[in-house]
């Protein structure tokens, strides 16, 4: 079974911290992504990867870094967490394929309060 | 680039009642449509996808959503919903041949008894 694995559900953290937010997933896709989801603005795109060490920026990347030195593990990084960052951060992958990308698989969510 | 309209935010439906989910898309170039759907404190579940072919697309649960070029639509359908169905559904696009995914703002359908 696909499988895509967040490091922690709930997390805590105080205003100015770096947050680290780990994503692994065990289907040798390419492709991974972070998301942050708010009510009624829906998920919106941080940033994506496409293989190792490559990163693009999406819609709201602004506040955020991320790191990608495995293909199984995408990292999220606040270098300094402000209240704004409270949401909840879905990561996702997806496998290239020769016609395309396939349909993204979701981890759990961690819910991330700045306080 | 491309943008996704849910025109919904809440659907109250009750129990063994039909019930359609609208999604309207704008693209100027082909895209690939999807149906996710989030159950309470979850990550998001595929339901169904259209990459090309039928326009007529089965996904899980007993949902089913139609593409429509002319329209740019690509709503979900279920002609008898169950408690169960009662979660948060998001429809995406992602331009062909591309990975990423745009979102709309979500469904909230609320299956009562």
């Known amino acids: ?115 | 680039a491309q943008s996704v309209t849910q025109l919904d935010s809440q659907v109250p439906v009750f129990e063994e009642a039909p019930v359609e989910l609208r999604c309207n898309y704008s693209s100027s170039v082909s895209v690939y449509l999807f149906w996710y759907v989030q159950y309470p404190n979850q990550g998001l579940q595929l339901l169904l996808k259209y990459l090309s072919g039928s326009t007529l697309v089965k996904g899980i649960n007993g949902f089913e959503a139609e593409f429509n070029k002319s329209q740019t639509s690509f709503h979900l359908r279920k002609p008898s919903v169950h408690i169960s169905d009662t979660a948060e559904y998001f429809c995406a696009v992602s331009l062909s041949g591309y990975s990423t995914l745009t979102f709309g703002k979500g469904t909230m359908l609320l299956v009562s008894p």
């Open chain 1, 1 to 115: 079974d696909v499988k895509v694995t967040q490091s922690s559900r709930y997390l805590v953290k105080r205003t100015g911290e770096k947050v680290f937010l780990e994503c692994v997933q065990d289907m040798d896709h390419e492709n991974m992504f972070w998301y942050r989801q708010d009510p009624g603005l829906g998920l919106r795109l941080i940033y994506f990867s496409y293989d190792v060490k490559m990163k693009e920026k999406g819609d709201i990347p602004e506040g955020y870094s991320v790191s990608r030195e495995k293909k199984e593990r995408f990292s999220l990084i606040l270098e300094s967490a402000s209240t704004n960052q409270t949401s909840m951060y879905l990561c996702a992958s997806s496998l290239q394929t020769s016609r395309g990308p396939v349909s993204s698989f979701f981890g759990p969510g961690t819910r991330l309060t700045v306080l």
